[in-house]
């Protein structure tokens, strides 16, 4: 069984549209997060959700929306896509964010806007 | 603000030469230092917390080191399987953020 599953792996889209992410662990773990990597590498932290809860938005456009209908899921909704929205978008779980330690992420989904 | 730096960015090796990763950090306390591998393609994959001066962590050939300021990650004889982009991670003491900030990683290539 994958522990933190992401769908789709590939979504190409246009500019302007709306498209969603979404997120699935079987951790039983009570902090999920989403994190946008760049073409360089670069891992930057998005939202994180705590039972539930926002605990985090790094100064993220309002554009993208998390969802967390239960402490299993988080989906990413983006809305009016923009070209520098292209990037792979990973998911990842751990334990209680005050115990955060080890990171269990998922696979990442390439979104390429055009 | 919290920074933290991984060099080199690029890193080619022969078969079995040893050499070890960088990553410096400056935070506001530490509450720990994590070391992920990156394949191609996939997520990051956890390899060690390291979480005061002096400790350390082995795991097959490689192993990690925390000073502080700084975290090496020491890799002995690689092989053509260790290739991937190592990932250095750290959570700072205070702030009130639990969450890790992420260097930009170094890319290690190893040739058979």
């Known amino acids: 069984d994958t522990a933190v599953s992401q769908t789709p792996k590939y979504l190409v889209t246009q500019m302007g549209n709306d498209k969603s992410i979404k997120c699935e662990q079987n951790?039983?773990?009570?902090?999920m997060y989403w994190y946008k990597q760049d073409s360089k590498k670069f891992l930057k932290i998005m939202f994180s959700?705590?039972?539930?809860?926002?605990?985090i938005n790094e100064t993220v456009p309002n554009r993208f929306s998390p969802k967390s209908p239960d402490k299993a899921h988080l989906n990413l909704h983006i809305n009016s896509l923009e070209l520098g929205d292209s990037a792979v978008y990973f998911c990842?779980?751990?334990?209680?964010?005050?115990?955060?330690?080890?990171?269990?992420f998922g696979e990442g989904s390439r979104l390429t806007v055009l | 603000e919290d920074q933290v730096t991984q060099s080199p960015e690029a890193l080619r090796l022969q078969e079995g030469e040893s050499s070890s990763l960088n990553c410096s950090y400056t935070?506001?306390?530490?509450?720990?230092l994590f070391w992920y591998r990156q394949d191609p393609g996939k997520g990051p994959e956890f390899l060690f917390t390291?979480?005061?001066a002096g400790e350390e962590k082995e795991k097959e050939r490689l192993k990690a080191t925390l000073t502080k300021k700084e975290s090496f990650l020491h890799i002995t004889a690689p092989k053509p399987e260790d290739s991937a982009t190592y990932l250095c991670?750290?959570?700072?003491?205070?702030?009130?953020?639990?969450?890790?900030?992420f260097g930009r990683g170094t890319s290690l290539i190893v040739h058979p």
């Open positions: 990842a779980s751990s334990e209680l964010a005050e115990n955060t330690g080890e990171l269990f």
């Open positions: 991670a750290v959570r700072p003491a205070s702030g009130g953020s639990y969450i890790p900030t």
């Open positions: 951790l039983g773990h009570d902090t």
């Open positions: 390291l979480y005061s």
């Open positions: 959700y705590n039972n539930k809860e926002l605990i």
């Open positions: 935070v506001s306390g530490l509450r720990g």
